[in-house]
């Protein structure tokens, strides 16, 4: 449903650029999992990582070059993040934390390449991140502790006679989590490029604000540069308070 | 890449010692300012955290009264019960965000 | 004219409860307001206290998000 862009008129649109389009078709009755546009830039993103990665390491040397410092930062610094957070035992499930950093970084920046489609706008695809997660750590939980994970509900040191409530809301809270994970990054990512989509419209809509919204523009782009980087930043540090939370039980 | 024997490989290491010294200092005197503006933009971002961390929980725990009601047929009765369930997770969770905001400046801040 | 008067009346509903965002927006000023008439009193004490400034927002905020989610309950699932 493209509409012409009329001289003079605001025409907003700015849920359009989220729109799936199928390349084609493979129709299971269930579902349809052809091929769309958010795997294409999906595919994109992963391959951009691999690119990126072993160009990077594939000249190794003692001392750096520019692509590999770059990844040997990002490299540090998640290692850094996971050991900070969750212990030296939590490093065991570094290269899972990793490939979720770099993915959504990936993914998040490819998508403000104009024209481009952000993968992680979508909730389908954040809530997959986020449950993901949130199985495997508990999971991880149940492996370690047994069925003295359970004990993480059971607020041990309340009145007695409080203990049963208190555990109702501890197993809610628990269960709220990968919802607002996923909601934190989804939400964020599609505001972002909502409002540049609706910006952009006013400069459409009238010459004389064609100026201070291509200034706006500008100025958006940046944050959401800042947003896309610090979205994958806090998904992450979040999946590793919750990875101690299943490792330490508080 | 030459093999590190003698005296080649410890000028290297001379070299490599000061250079990762230079890069500390350098992280250093950037590390301040930096670490002001994200800050800036972080508290904006811990506000709708919060919001979104309540909200969740209340809608979570009137789904499970809403489920419990649909077992059993008592329309209003769980999906209140638990809602308040819901409403006191929310509010314990966005308490102890709010002390790793704390524990975190504290870090920070020195 | 089309439609009929249930969903009139949802319409009218939705409208009724977007009006308490309108609370949570005058709930949020207040809070802010009055933190900033304090911090400007007692600077140093601010610092602590903008922890509880989140907590605040977030209660208040969280309410008028109720409220919109009654409104898009009342459209979209009732």
Redesign the interface.
């Known amino acids: 449903m493209a509409k012409e862009a009329v001289e003079g008129e605001l025409n907003i649109d700015p849920m359009h650029q989220f729109d799936i389009k199928y390349f084609f078709d493979i129709d299971l009755g269930i579902a349809n999992i052809g091929f769309t546009n958010s795997a294409l830039f999906a595919f994109i993103a992963v391959a951009a990582i691999v690119v990126f990665l072993w160009s990077a390491v594939s000249g190794h040397?003692?001392?750096p070059s520019r692509m590999q410092s770059v990844a040997e930062s990002i490299y540090e610094f998640v290692r850094n993040m996971v050991r900070d957070t969750a212990g030296d035992e939590a490093l065991k499930y570094f290269p899972y934390i990793f490939t979720v950093f770099i993915f959504i970084l990936a993914c998040n920046l490819i998508g403000m390449i104009p024209y481009s489609f952000t993968v992680t706008s979508h909730f389908a695809v954040t809530v997959f991140l986020a449950l993901s997660v949130f199985i495997s750590v508990t999971v991880i939980g149940f492996l370690k502790h047994g069925m003295h994970f359970f004990s993480f509900f059971w607020p041990a040191q309340a009145p007695a006679a409080l203990r049963p409530?208190l555990c109702?809301?501890?197993v809610?809270?628990y269960?709220?989590r990968p919802?607002?994970h996923s909601?934190?990054l989804g939400?964020n990512m599609m505001a972002g490029h909502a409002v540049l989509k609706v910006i952009g419209a006013f400069a459409g809509a009238s010459a004389l604000l064609v100026v201070p919204s291509v200034l706006g523009i500008v100025g958006l782009t940046a944050l959401e540069v800042?947003v896309a980087v610090?979205q994958a930043y806090?998904f992450t540090i979040l999946t590793c308070v919750y990875l101690n939370d299943a490792l330490n039980l508080h | 890449m030459a093999a590190p024997d003698g005296k080649a490989g410890e000028t290297d290491r001379k070299s490599l010692d000061e250079l990762g010294a230079r890069i500390d200092a350098a992280r250093q005197q950037l590390d301040g300012p930096k670490r002001e503006q994200t800050t800036k933009y972080k508290t904006l971002n811990r506000a709708w955290q919060m919001v979104v961390e309540l909200v969740v929980s209340v809608v979570v725990g009137g789904c499970i009264g809403y489920a419990l009601d649909w077992a059993f047929g008592t329309l209003p009765l769980f999906l209140v019960i638990f809602g308040g369930f819901g409403f006191a997770a929310g509010i314990k969770t966005i308490l102890a965000t709010a002390r790793g905001f704390i524990d975190e400046d504290d870090t920070a801040s020195p | 004219m089309e439609g009929d008067i249930a969903n009139m009346g949802k319409y009218i509903g939705a409208g009724l409860a977007a009006i308490g965002m309108g609370g949570a927006g005058i709930g949020v000023g207040t809070i802010a307001g009055n933190f900033l008439a304090g911090a400007l009193r007692n600077p140093a004490a601010a610092q602590g206290q903008t922890p509880m400034l989140f907590v605040g927002i977030a209660l208040a905020e969280a309410l008028g998000i109720f409220s919109f989610l009654v409104a898009l309950l009342l459209l979209f699932a009732v």
């Open positions: 040397s003692l001392v409530v109702i809301i501890e809610i809270s269960l709220a919802i607002s909601i934190r939400a800042l610090l806090v």
